[in-house]
């Protein structure tokens, strides 16, 4: 499995970015995709996660402002990220992971495939 994240960048408070994870490699009928993110001197943290069913979650502190959506593509799913209303508190290194057999993300210790982060960085 090969997870590949793009889109991050510099931005301004208050603009959009959209992150995309592109995954390859896959042969599970049940997963859930998730984002993550890390700010330096902080634990990694859920951002929101979206299952093969479509089913959503969503970290509180970007309901409301974030977006999570997939392509449903069979053997390699297209996840994406609509950050809208950045914060400078959204700045971080913003990873994409997979959890197998599941519809739902359990945790950041739960996930089993990682990509490599990307970073974002909201200017104020």
């Known amino acids: 499995v090969q997870l590949v994240e793009s889109g991050g960048g510099l931005v301004q408070a208050g603009g959009s970015l959209r992150l995309s994870c592109a995954a390859s490699?896959?042969?599970?009928?049940?997963?859930?995709i998730g984002w993550f993110r890390q700010a330096p001197g902080k634990q990694r943290e859920q951002v929101s996660c979206?299952?093969?069913?479509?089913?959503?979650?969503?970290a509180d502190s970007v309901k409301g402002r974030f977006t999570i959506s997939s392509d449903n593509a069979k053997s390699s799913p297209t996840v994406y990220l609509q950050m809208d209303s950045l914060k400078p508190e959204d700045t971080a290194t913003y990873y994409c992971?997979?959890?197998?057999?599941?519809?739902?993300?359990?945790?950041?210790?739960?996930?089993?495939?990682w990509g490599e982060g990307i970073l974002v960085t909201v200017s104020s």
């Open positions: 992971a997979v959890e197998v057999s599941a519809t739902v993300c359990d945790s950041v210790y739960g996930m089993d495939y």
């Open positions: 979206i299952g093969s069913n479509d089913g959503t979650q969503y």
């Open positions: 490699g896959f042969t599970f009928e049940d997963y859930a």
